[in-house]
């Protein structure tokens, strides 16, 4: 009876049963393991694996892996790119076990492998939507402050940049022309600003139309070099559905030392893009 249900089992199941002996050559694999290579029984009984299912660049290591689990009596778990019989890679996550014979000595290994692809990507998906805005896909505040936290351990040697920036008027773009372009404009900004900004930097979106930036090894003169390129780049009128939209930005800077706070970073920055904007509403008034 127990065979019987073991039979069972191993034809049913979805996942991927194999035994290959300590030659590499298969000696079983059951339906679903056909069906995913294309091939039935009587072409695989005898192949090596790696011949058949394992990545190109991954046919050595699989060839070690085996010839360590049988030499040391211990398998352990993988994950790998198999090829389906079309030649598509799938990610599968393997449980394998060295299988023994009646004088205790391995004979083979033993495999379960389980297709995570999908389950990966969609893992994948959810921890950049975690990292990024949604409206915009730069980063979010929270990973902002965890690039901060990190550039201003005690223990870097480099001072880093940050940025804080404020549209101007953008209230005004969102009660004429309604939300829709006013999230135009948004994302607008926001790929100028990676576009500003150098490979390294870190671009997030603070909240509603506030924005930062941080520039590791930066400097004051750095800093403000930055911000004019920034407040350049953002004056260029943004195309919308409504039309080309001109749209100004507040920036203020200021540099990040090992040890200082994030919040006392953030803060001193904010401060000097209020200063730049009571400035440049003082201009517009004269």
């Known amino acids: 009876m ?35 290579t294309g091939r039935s029984a009587d072409r695989l009984l ?8 394992v990545a190109p660049e991954h046919r050595e290591l699989a060839r070690d892996a085996l ?7 211990r398998a352990y778990p993988q994950e790998g790119d198999w090829l389906t019989g079309e030649g598509t890679r799938r990610l599968v996550s393997m449980r394998n076990n060295v299988l023994r014979g009646p004088d205790g000595r391995p004979f083979a290994v033993a495999c379960v492998g389980v297709d995570v692809t999908e389950q990966r990507r969609r893992e994948e998906q959810l921890a950049q939507r975690a990292c990024t805005d949604r409206l915009t896909g730069i980063a979010n505040r929270h990973t902002f402050f965890e690039e901060l936290t990190r550039r201003l351990d005690p223990g870097s ?25 006013g999230d135009t404009v948004l994302v607008e900004v926001a790929a100028r600003l990676r576009a500003a900004a150098g490979p390294a930097d870190v671009v997030a979106r603070f909240g509603g139309d506030e924005f930062v930036l941080l520039s590791p090894r930066c ?33 203020g800077g200021a540099v990040g030392r090992p040890g200082d706070t994030p919040d006392d970073v953030v803060a001193r920055a904010d401060r000097a893009m209020y200063g730049a904007k009571t400035r440049r509403r003082r201009r517009s008034e004269r």
């Open 67 to 73: 010839e360590r689990a049988v030499s040391t009596g």
């Open 219 to 251: 400097d004051e003169t750095d800093v403000g070099e930055l911000a004019a390129l920034v407040s350049e780049q953002v004056a260029v009128p943004v195309p919308t559905v409504a039309g080309p939209l001109r749209v100004g930005m507040s920036v």
């Open 2 to 36: 127990d065979d019987r249900l073991a039979q069972a089992f191993v034809e049913g199941t979805d996942a991927l049963v194999t035994v290959v002996g300590a030659d590499g050559r298969i000696l079983l694999a059951n339906p679903a393991l056909q069906r995913f």
């Open 157 to 181: 040697a480099d001072p880093c940049g940050v940025l804080f920036c404020d549209l101007d008027g953008f209230k005004g773009v969102n009660d004429v022309h309604g939300h829709g372009v």
């Open 46 to 53: 005898g192949r090596r694996f790696w011949d058949v299912w």
